[in-house]
């Protein structure tokens, strides 16, 4: 396993690449310092009060170890894990799922997968999805892990509630060792059930909100299920940690990838925000990051209860998939993204393009090249097409994808949002539009106490 830092390329922003109309100077960067310092010091202060709890997950070293061991001793005879969970929490456990294993995993055979049991993640309540799920997973040989933080979404706790019925009707009172349950520690109906049924369960800690949970039970559990190495990841975590522990821009790349996101946002006109990996694997990360985005910063009030309807709009794209079907829009459309590439620099596989016929034709530039040199090429051409056009382009290097590296970019990620609700001044760490959704829906579909939000709608 390759164990070094990503890196953090913002030439592609700077106006000596890209023009001054749609380039920044490094003054114009550097002039967010003093209020940067003001946003770390109220962030320290908050995390100090216990009011932020995802500063304190990749230091949880004996609760990983406690999860990996519990993992061992459950996927025992199992063959399938079915993830009940929506939102935050299913992002990241999917999106370490594809990093670490590939998005082929679930088809690999049993060796390759090296005995441990295939991992589905139900999210969305449609039906035809979830019955056929059904048909194909067989209770004895399944592991149902029901994850909730409120312990009362709809769309994780109507699943539950099929699954728990099917559980006990097939497997009676085997039914506790087919679930697990990872919910707040004291609070909603999953963990009064979990309490009641005696169910195996894990706690998210009051203070981490579903998007910021990847690195709590909600990713640890299904990771260590299909033998990721979790310890590795709080590694990487803290290795991150570390590296932005002051708010100095010149070090702290998480805070320069936050400036320079928010300045294009809020005074250069630029409210999308492109992130397209070149890798298969980091495109369940780019969606675990578009929630982070949109849900923490996505607001209609600041902290001081005026309206400022903020937030910018996350976009996920794949190289080199989406060359042919966004890119003409990022090149030549309005000036209104910024793009950041994920690459990846050491591959874990590779193939050599042959060339099968003996004389010369259109094709034989791509032989005696490998895929992986082709995929680089692709991503070098694109960044300089984006380029010339005056696009502004950020480029995060992942030196290989491992648990060392993904440790790193969670926590990147996590750290850059929250110095972005600082600096638009509002609360990254709720979420009113969501839970105003799921109030309505509890209305509509009969909860009792909930019914005044049916007569809102009306
Ligand atoms: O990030 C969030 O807070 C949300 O996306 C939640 O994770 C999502 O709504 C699911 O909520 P819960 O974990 O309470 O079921």
């Not at 299920?225 to 590694?235: C, F, M, Q």
């Not at 793009?339 to 193939?351: M, P």
Request: with cysteine.
């Amino acid at each position: 396993m390759i164990k070094r830092g990503i890196t953090y390329d913002y030439h592609g922003v700077l106006s000596d690449f890209i023009g001054k109309e749609h380039g920044l100077s490094r003054d114009e960067i550097i002039s967010y310092q003093s209020r940067v310092n003001a946003g770390h010091q109220r962030l320290v202060g908050e995390r100090k009060r216990g009011g932020i709890g995802f500063f304190e997950l990749p230091y949880r070293e004996a609760e990983a170890r406690e999860i990996k061991e519990k993992a061992q001793e459950i996927r025992q005879g199992i063959e399938n894990c079915l993830v009940l969970g929506i939102g935050g929490s299913s992002l990241g456990g999917k999106a370490l799922r594809d990093a670490i294993k590939t998005p082929l995993y679930n088809l690999m055979p049993r060796k390759m997968r090296e005995g441990t049991p295939h991992l589905f993640f139900a999210e969305n309540i449609d039906p035809e999805t979830i019955s056929r799920l059904l048909e194909m997973l067989p209770m004895e040989k399944t592991l149902v892990v029901v994850i909730s933080k409120s312990g009362g979404t709809a769309e994780t706790m109507s699943q539950f509630l099929i699954l728990y019925e099917r559980l006990k009707r097939e497997l009676g009172r085997e039914l506790s060792r087919h679930l697990v349950a990872i919910t707040d520690p004291e609070k909603g109906a999953l963990r009064e059930i979990a309490r009641a049924d005696s169910l195996i369960s894990f706690d998210i800690p009051g203070n981490v909100g579903g998007r910021f949970s990847v690195l709590t039970p909600v990713g640890l559990f299904p990771a260590a299920l299909i033998g990721i190495d979790i310890e590795t990841l709080l590694e990487g975590a803290r290795a991150m940690a570390g590296r932005c522990d002051l708010p100095d821009l010149k070090s702290n790349i998480a805070y320069l990838n936050g400036v320079i996101h928010y300045h294009y946002d809020m005074k250069r006109g630029k409210p999308l925000f492109v992130l397209m990996p070149y890798a298969d694997s980091l495109l369940s990360l780019a969606d675990w990051c578009r929630q982070l985005y949109a849900e923490s910063l996505g607001k209609r009030f600041d902290r001081e209860g005026r309206e400022v309807f903020c937030g910018p709009t996350p976009i996920r794209a794949l190289g080199t998939t989406d060359q042919h079907s966004q890119l003409q829009l990022y090149i030549e459309g309005p000036f209104d993204k910024v793009i950041t590439f994920l690459r990846v620099e050491a591959l874990r596989g590779d193939a050599e393009i042959p060339n099968p016929f003996s004389s010369d034709n259109s094709l034989s530039y791509l032989a005696n090249h490998s895929l992986g040199q082709l995929f680089g090429f692709e991503q070098r051409a694109t960044a300089h097409a984006l380029v010339e056009n005056h696009r502004p382009v950020l480029t995060v290097g992942v030196p290989e994808i491992n648990e060392y590296t993904l440790g790193q970019l969670f926590y990147f990620y996590e750290l850059q949002v929250a110095m972005m609700g600082e600096l638009y001044g509002i609360d990254a760490f709720n979420q009113p539009g969501v839970e105003r959704g799921k109030v309505l829906t509890y209305g509509l579909m009969g909860r009792k106490g909930y019914e005044k939000y049916v007569k809102e709608m009306e």
